[in-house]
């Protein structure tokens, strides 16, 4: 470690030097996992497209999802809010842990897992509705009709998705007058307002220009400070950009999970290697 002396001048201060007890250094702290699949597996009729997942999601983090085409990336995230329950003829099997809780249990409402894990999609998909409206209409549906507390949730869940400033002179425009990157941050602006504790991201940049897409990306950044972020990507720039975890997901399988820099630096499965390489995908 460097060190600034009285005097102005630099000294290197040696490990021993700054700890001459040698008391062990305090280990940060252990991050809470908030989703756990253990064994998970999906079929679509006779199509097994997951096949034994087992992936633990931490608390505050990025975490990134890669793979070609049809590996199982999007099918997975949908099963984390059971959306994918909406596909006819899905099958599943195995666990998808939330908080402590299987998510499949009986007792756990679908309406309160949708609410707790919010879901932003490939394609701005606003409501034909109003800004404010757009905002507001999941406060709404769980019952606050006050319009002073609903003034602070949609100005404060636009504040969060980086947006007020640019709408805030135009609430009541109809959405669909917002540029595509605008309403891509309106709809995360709208998933804030229900306060989700996970926030799942399906490909969210992919039809945004460059510009959009870096405003997008810093938005993660933030909003990791208070939501857990998992995003599925087919740009591993991105991936490598925004995420500290990434699982590499091929044929329905999790070749690979680790740091998202030891994903891209030294991966332990040739698989992983070849597509981060481009040699398929």
């Not at 905002?135 to 869940?157: M, Q, T």
Request: aromatic share 8%; charged share 30%.
């Amino acid at each position: 470690m460097v060190q600034t002396m009285s005097n102005g001048e630099l000294k290197i201060v040696t490990v021993a030097e700054r700890n001459p007890y040698g008391l062990k250094e305090p280990r940060a702290k252990k991050k809470t996992s908030v989703f756990s699949a253990r064994n998970f597996q999906l079929w679509y009729g006779e199509h097994h497209v997951l096949k034994d997942i087992q992936l633990d999601v931490k608390e505050n983090e990025v975490t990134a999802i890669i793979g070609p085409s049809g590996c199982g990336k999007s099918t997975f995230i949908k099963s984390l809010n059971r959306m994918v329950e909406l596909v006819p003829s899905v099958k599943t099997n195995g666990e998808i842990i939330y908080r402590g809780r299987n998510i499949f249990d009986a007792d756990f409402a679908v309406e309160e897992l949708r609410t707790k894990v919010g879901m932003v999609f490939q394609k701005p998909n606003p409501f034909p509705k109003s800004i404010y409206d757009n905002v507001a209409y999941g406060p709404r549906i769980h019952g606050i009709k006050n319009k002073k507390l609903l003034d602070e949730i949609v100005e404060k869940s636009l504040r969060g998705a980086a947006i007020w400033d640019e709408v805030k002179d135009r609430l009541n425009d109809h959405a669909y007058r917002l540029s595509g990157g605008q309403q891509q941050r309106l709809c995360i602006a709208r998933c804030l307002a229900i306060e989700p504790d996970v926030i799942l991201m399906d490909e969210p940049t992919s039809a945004l220009d460059p510009i959009s897409t870096l405003k997008v990306e810093e938005l993660i950044l933030e909003l990791k400070k208070q939501f857990s972020i998992i995003i599925v990507t087919h740009n591993m720039q991105q991936a490598a950009r925004i995420s500290e975890k990434t699982a590499f997901f091929l044929n329905g399988e999790v070749v690979e999970f680790d740091r998202t820099d030891k994903i891209f630096s030294t991966p332990r499965d040739k698989r992983t290697e070849d597509y981060i390489s481009g040699r398929f995908g």
